[in-house]
């Protein structure tokens, strides 16, 4: 008997979902899903790194691509076994005692406050030096030690505890709270007791403190140091957690009814996109997985033995089973990657669309016209011209901390820079610089790794940017001075989503052999240039300065 999983990945702009063949991971069918509030910049406020997001965003379209996919493939819903959902993270939202969304509650349907705190948000930065100050004096475990010993306001108490201080109203209505991907997970299997809800491991170990060595999350005490709230949040949270190979439950009958599937279907536990990545990147021991997407996301697994007691200093977490199960995943990245090339394409493109909007002489096809063919051609357009730049030439120095720095050594007060600019800096020259920054940015990740013990043997590189930028990836590899491998799979996180679907779903005993079956394989790989290596190799020692230099004066 055929069996077809779905595997659904929400992202920082839009979710997809995939349709994936369990036999042998070929895609049948794919649907995406514009978030419209997003897009309109509903709930966020860029210049206080406010950025928040309506759980209606979501459910629209989880409905919809699913519903696209099924329609689309004319599968039979009783071969469709499985689904599993990755998201953004720490991506937490405020719920009810049903686990339904705040947002959804009369009088709290515009308040940001209510909404999902998405994982680029930095109104915590207050929060964070907060609990990091507290886990290394008080007395007791330090909590960060599994987090590369800094907690992040990138990360779930520190979102918390900044929005209970700062929105009674908010603080007094939340029962709880839940990461994003345990949300939509709950609503599909028609979860309302949070208490029996299976709490995905990946974003428990990675952003909440959680770790099976003192009973899961952090003590009571520790908590009401911070703030009483939080100790009493704890008691309506969680103990144990789940990685994502194991079923959460059935669809339920209302979801089924709505996406036209079975309530046989089995949702798998949920997890987080860059994790669910590196599984459809085949992630295997001594593997450098980059998630290449708005961020970055750097993720290995290593096994127990070769860890051992080791503290990796400086990273996003090492969690039991996070990435595949029986095996330590660490995680690394980037708070800007993409985002990085998307603010300077917004830069110039925005009071030209502004222009072309005033222009009288244009009529509406025109103006719609022009203003695609700059938002899809411009990047192209400058990359072709930088990639015949060579390092150092008349290219400026820039840092790619303009939405902070995430690894290795969290601190989200960070900014970007830019030194050397000449009257001979043009558009291009900008560009090279800022994608010279973030591969600089990747391979300060790459060291950290190593000066840790941690071998790195492969690099693979997977996600939009990865797919679609020659001049990014080549830069990628002389900058490393490492061959890069790309996936083949356009949809890799939705990818790796549907292999834990899989096995959920029982079609495979584990993983590693859903993995080996639905693997997609390489487009190609990209090799450094070792006159450009060379060359980088000394602009990189001038980027560590310049950014000690600006670390120095930067007020935490």
Known sequence: MSNYVIGVDFGTDSVRSVLVDAQDGKTIATEVFHYPRWKQGKYCNPNTNQFRQHPSDHLEGLEATIKGVVAKSGIQAEFIRGICVDTTGSSPLPVDENGEALAFTPGFEEN???????????????????????????????????????????????????????????????????????????????????????????????????????????????????????????????????????????????????????????????????????????????????????????????????????????????????????????????????????????????????????????????????????????????????????????????????????TPDANQALTGAIMGLTMGTDAPRMLKALVESICFGSKRIVERFKEEGIEIKTIIGLGGVAKKSRLVMQTMADVLNMPIKVASSDQAPALGAAMYAAVAAAVYPDLQTAISQMGNGFDGVYYPQEDQSAAYAAVYERYLKFGNFVESITAK
């Not at 948000?121 to 007791?140: C, K, M, P, S, V």
């Not at 428990?204 to 709230?229: I, M, Y």
């Not at 001594?286 to 051992?308: A, F, P, Q, R």
């Not at 244009?362 to 011209?385: D, F, P, R, V, W």
Request: overall charge negative; some cysteine.
């Open 112 to 406: 940001p406050n209510a909404m999902m705190v998405l994982w680029k948000d930095h109104t915590a930065i207050a929060e964070a030096a907060e609990i990091n100050q507290l886990a290394r004096t008080w007395g007791g475990i330090d909590y960060t030690k599994f987090e590369g010993g800094i907690y992040s306001s990138e990360w779930f108490w520190s979102k918390i505890l900044h929005i209970i201080r700062s929105d009674q109203n908010v603080a007094t209505a939340a029962h709880s709270w839940m990461e994003h991907c345990d949300y939509i997970t709950a609503r599909l299997i028609g979860n309302n007791d949070l208490q029996a809800l299976k709490r995905s491991r990946c974003a428990a170990g990675h952003k909440a403190l959680w770790h099976e060595c003192w009973g899961g999350l952090p003590a009571t005490d520790f908590l009401e140091r911070l703030d009483p709230r939080l100790a009493d949040l704890k008691e309506r949270l969680y103990e144990k957690t789940y990685t994502s190979d194991q079923p959460a439950g059935h669809l339920s009958d209302a979801w089924a009814k709505a996406l036209g599937l079975s309530n046989e279907t089995i949702v798998a536990v949920g997890t987080f996109d860059a994790h669910a990545g590196a599984v459809g990147g085949e992630v295997s021991d001594h593997t450098l997985v980059k998630v290449m997407g708005t961020s970055t996301c750097d993720i290995m697994v290593t096994s127990y033995e070769n860890l051992g007691k080791k503290l990796v200093k400086g990273i996003c977490g090492q969690v039991d089973g996070s990435v595949v199960p029986g095996t330590i995943g660490l995680e690394a990245g980037q708070s800007g990657f993409g985002d990085v090339l998307a603010w300077f394409k917004n830069i110039i493109i925005q009071p030209v669309r502004e222009l072309i909007e005033a222009n009288p002489s244009l009529s509406a096809a025109q103006k719609i016209s022009l203003t695609e063919e700059l938002e899809t051609n411009l990047l192209n357009h400058l990359s072709e011209q930088a990639l015949s730049l060579a390092p150092g030439e008349s290219v400026p120095l820039a840092l790619d901390w303009i939405n902070g720095r995430r």
